[in-house]
Nanobody, 122 residues
Framework: QVQLVESGGGLVQPGGSLRLSCAAS????????MSWVRQAPGKGLEWVSD????????YYAGSVKGRFTISRDNAKNTVYLQMNSLKPEDTAVYYC???????????????WGQGTQVTVSS
């Protein structure tokens, strides 16, 4: 069965950094694009970043561009999100998800991790 397990969240001061990890199993990890999505308290889901299967193409929401970096290590079946210059508005539960694509069209995400809490506060 597909499993995605996030880790690395915690409490950090504004301007600080965290690195999130997502360990994947139960599928051919290197064949799939992956996403990070977040949900702030009382808010809807917000897409954060995507990375293609080989790791050579990355995409970011405007709110995090220039501050966050997505990467992956296919040998370790792990995707990462390096978060720098964190702001209070980055506070959310962060989820990694397996991306479903039909041709060039991104359909959505079919599997999600349990999430990891990131809190940015002084």
């Amino acid at each position: 069965q597909v499993q995605l397990v996030e880790s690395g969240g915690g409490l950090v001061q504004p301007g600080g950094s965290l690195r999130l990890s997502c360990a994947a199993s139960g599928f051919t990890f290197s064949s799939y694009a992956m996403s990070w999505v977040r949900q702030a308290p009382g808010k809807g889901l917000e897409w954060v970043s995507d990375i293609n299967s080989g790791g050579g193409s990355t995409y970011y929401a405007g709110s995090v561009k220039g501050r966050f970096t997505i990467s992956r290590d296919n040998a370790k079946n792990t995707v990462y999100l390096q978060m720098n210059s964190l702001k209070p508005e980055d506070t959310a539960v962060y989820y990694c998800a397996k991306v479903v694509v039909a041709g060039r069209t991104l359909i959505g995400c079919d599997y999600w991790g349990q999430g990891t809490q990131v809190t940015v506060s002084s």
